[in-house]
């Protein structure tokens, strides 16, 4: 079984700063991981995801993340955040392969402020 | 482009009623899901469908859940006899078998919110 860690329930920003929001998980076979976003009375819209390959994907929205096996760690980033990105973000892996459940973070609400 | 759509998008029910939470998944997909998220707490997986059948499932996923593809659009997700710990936002979810950029992405619907009384 995989489980995920977002470090940062909160993360509070000025707008045009940059952020990272911080992402470990445990796994005990290969993952695959996923940032989605949820805005405010929305459902999950997926940002990003990591399957193979590069370690650094981009994203929707200017946000990207690293996958960085060796700290089991997939960070998401964007340099210059804006009031629109001010929303609730979760981490999420899964198995590569067989169970396809995400298993979700418990989140990190990014409040971008003018 | 297509999306996972879900009715209703709020349910108000009585406790130890049935309720029964209808999703259209995207119509070439073929793995189907249910997750939920109770106000305030993380989304947590359901269970999964494919081929016609139940093919993993959370210890959420209890007696009084079940799904089903009732035809050839429509997933649902019943609950037999509510509770008031049942009260979250149930969000459908779909995804490609195989093949294009896209496989191995989830699309969520909109949800559903759940409130039991």
């Known amino acids: 079984a995989q489980s995920v860690t977002q470090l940062d329930s909160q993360v509070p920003v000025f707008e045009e700063a940059p952020v990272e929001l911080r992402c470990n998980y445990s796994s005990s076979v290969s993952v695959y991981l996923f940032w989605y976003v949820q805005y405010p009375n929305q459902g999950l819209q997926l940002l990003l995801k990591y399957l193979s390959g590069s370690t650094l994907v981009k994203g929707i929205n200017g946000f990207e993340a690293e996958f960085n096996k060796s700290q089991t760690s997939f960070h998401l980033r964007k340099p210059s955040v804006h009031i629109s990105d001010t929303a609730e973000y979760f981490c999420?892996?899964?198995?590569?392969?067989?169970?396809?459940?995400?298993?979700f973070g418990s989140g990190t609400r990014l409040q971008v402020q003018p | 482009e297509p999306e996972v759509t879900q009715t209703p998008s709020h349910q108000v029910t009585q406790m130890g009623q049935e309720v029964i939470l209808r999703c259209v998944p995207i119509s070439n997909h073929l793995y189907f899901y249910w997750y939920r998220q109770i106000l305030g707490q993380k989304v947590e997986f359901l269970v999964s469908f494919y081929n016609n059948e139940i093919s993993e499932k959370s210890e959420i996923f209890d007696d009084q859940f079940s799904v089903e593809r009732p035809d050839g659009s429509n997933f649902t997700l019943k609950i037999r006899s509510t509770k008031l710990e049942d009260s979250a936002m149930y969000f459908c979810?779909?995804?490609?078998?195989?093949?294009?950029?896209?496989?191995?992405?989830?699309?969520f619907g909109p949800g559903t919110r759940l409130t039991v009384l």
């Open positions: 999420a892996p899964r198995r590569d392969t067989g169970r396809r459940a995400l298993t």
């Open positions: 979810a779909s995804q490609a078998a195989s093949g294009g950029l896209r496989y191995n992405e989830q699309f």
